[in-house]
């Protein structure tokens, strides 16, 4: 079982910097993949990154195209915690985004993430 907490919404104006943490319970952190998800008002939910173990020490980051080169997604496994660091944030980033963690193949749709956490606003002002 695993818990998720994100944190580190709020309100910004455009060109502005967030960073997301999402804290997980457990003592396996280490071995889920770990993601970033957003939903909009009246939208569906959409992939923002996920990050995955790749071997060794390596782990392999993926990222949405609308936000590939202003975010950053990463991870400490040590504090069992996620992080996405949100760059040059745009109105159209607004939206609630969730934390993640699933298996460790690629999976953008979320459908295999088995927990979630509660969400965590995040307003960019025009």
């Known amino acids: 079982q695993v818990q998720l907490v994100e944190s580190g919404g709020g309100l910004v104006q455009a060109g502005g910097s967030l960073r997301l943490s999402c804290a997980a319970s457990?003592?396996?952190?280490?071995?889920?993949?770990m993601g970033w998800f957003r939903q909009a008002p009246g939208k569906e939910r959409e992939f923002v990154a996920t990050?995955?173990?790749?071997?060794?020490?390596?782990?392999?980051?993926d990222y949405a195209d609308s936000v590939k080169g202003r975010f950053t997604i990463s991870r400490d496994n040590a504090k069992n915690t996620v992080y996405l660091q949100m760059n040059s944030l745009q109105p159209e980033d607004t939206a609630v985004y969730y934390c993640?963690?699933?298996?460790?193949?690629?999976?953008?749709?979320?459908?295999?993430?088995?927990?979630w956490g509660q969400g965590t606003q995040v307003t960019v002002s025009s």
């Open positions: 990050i995955r173990y790749s071997g060794g020490s390596v782990y392999y980051a």
């Open positions: 993640a963690a699933g298996p460790q193949f690629p999976d953008r749709t979320g459908q295999t993430y088995g927990y």
């Open positions: 457990g003592r396996t952190f280490s071995s889920y993949a």
